[in-house]
């Protein structure tokens, strides 16, 4: 009967469930066959009850259903309603006038009115001829960014049923991702819009902060808050943002930078060149191949070597984000969870994430602290518990920050940049996993979300196919009020993306070779962090590891030459630096590096000619400046 229950088909059970025909056997063969019977059913049960969740026709994503429909379409000549024939859902936090806002419990629920009025911007959708149809599960009072629900339960993930859909907005992108709506709504403070997209394999846009008003919907940080919307198809998600955000369909304005984060690459838990390689070759093929690689010694050279890119026409640029960012917001310094930290290794995308949570818990505590209070005994145990006001003291140190990360990304973006950093760390977790409680898993996590959430920029969502079976991303990141030129440049290029993920997916190479890949970049990533550690030789083993398994990245060579330099071994070092440079002829910390171990083994003719290279790529590279100068002056 339970079986029947959880996954009959719907309808009248005489027309759905035939009686089994009846027995006839001895007497001992119907008892043996009974007990086969009842092992069989026993086994039965026990597989359903092995099943992360029984098959849910909408995927658990919808709270509830409603129709709310378009005004009739003007008459001839008039143009169409810009949105006709399309539908969306919207997440529970919108108000819709009749209906009650659950915002995630149903304790809220039990304690709260029906709207008297509906949400600004569904009426604006409605009214520009799209269908509302209902409203999607969020994580409880919007909080969390994993999807999770203990009041109306989790969303299955349609694009892999064993993880974790994102959140807040995890309905929303599941009601997209499982084609039942075109478009959907959700709210994004902390990645609540970004993350899910990234996790359910759809495009994601988290406009720029108050350029959308949020009329009718429940607040949960308003320094952060913003409307987000989700779309498999970018012309969708286009005609959506022209609408919300009244922009005219005038000329496209193209990129002419793409600046690729590798340090935020870096702590991503898949390879970077696997999140990479599609959008390098898709800019490269849309905008043209110039490309240069930012290695500056000194930060406070950074931004001259930024100006030097613009006026030589890169396209392609790699840059150290949290080297920028430390030498332009000074109100994050020594700073961490609103507490004074003099770890000089302290990221400054770690202050900034910090910082993030910091406004986040005291915005949130700001509006809902007492309605929480009365309601604790139905309210999640960590919701409750993260609500403390320590570090309130520097909210305006926060404040401060939020205007200055504001600033330095919209003087590095300008008009026409866009930064490309990953959408999340990773695969969606998979349910119920360690992860999802991890304290600095989700720490770095929300690095990687703080950047829009504190600077205010808009930011989207760009699927770029599976890895391990599960949906990855990347995110395209423009300055503040860049939101039409941001979603003008998705559509431009997402058909580019998706056929270089073809491309890459068709290349198919063997298991063998993929999985060494996988296994260099991952002793690179050691590598990497026992050479920051001082531990050179631990260093130069993963490196030579990283070689073996795959030699054909030059970056693992010239990795390696920078720990022998430690060890004074200078001519492995301009042994590996040569290497590398015949690999990658614009690799400029190879040329650097060969340099100095020239310099160090007396051909100093040879090391001023590296230099000099190295000057060639980056004309204002600081190291390579003094280099010259000083041995010109030692040796004229």
Known sequence: KTLALEFAPAGPPSRSVRAPPPLRMASSTAANLWVLLGLGIAGVLLAAK????????DHGAFVSRLELLPPPQPPPPQARHPLTDLCFAIADAFHVSGYITSFGSLEWAKTHDAATQTSLVVSTLVDGGAICVGKTVIDEMAYSIHGENKHFGTPTNPAASDRVPGGCSSGSAVAVAGGMVDFALGIDSIGGVRVPGGYCGVLAFRPSHAVISNSGVIPVAPSLDTIGWFAKDPIVLRRVGHLLLKLSYTDIRLPRHFYIADDCFEISKIPARRLTQVVTKSVEKLYGSKYILFTPSLVFFYLLEVNSCLSSGQVLSHVNLGNYLASKIPSLRNYSNGQKNGDSKFSSLQALSSAMQLLHKHEFRDQHNEWINSAKSAVDASIVGNLSDDGDSTINIVQDARKEVRLAL???????????????????????????SSTSYNAETLCLQSLSSMSGCCQVTVPIGTHDKCPISVSFIARHGGDRFLLDTTQAIYATIQEQVEILAKSNPSSKEAMNEEAAEAAKEKGNSA????????????????????????????????????????RQAETDCTSAIDIDPKIVKAYLRRGT????????????????HALVLEPMNKTAGVAINRLKKLFP
Do not use: H
């Open 50 to 57: 092995r099943l992360k969740r029984p098959a849910r026709p």
């Open 410 to 436: 919209n003087t590095l973006l300008k008009d026409d940049g866009i930064l490309v950093i990953p959408t999340a760390l990773g695969c969606p977790p998979k349910l119920n996993a360690r992860e999802l």
């Open 531 to 570: 050479f920051k550690e001082k531990q050179w030789q631990k260093a130069i083993n993963l490196y030579t590891e990283a070689i073996k398994l795959n030699g054909k990245v030059a970056t693992y060579y010239s990795n390696r030459a920078a720990a022998f330099l430690e060890l004074a071994n200078y």
């Open 597 to 612: 171990a020239r310099e160090m083994l007396g051909y100093y003719k040879d090391a001023v000619d590296d230099f000099s």
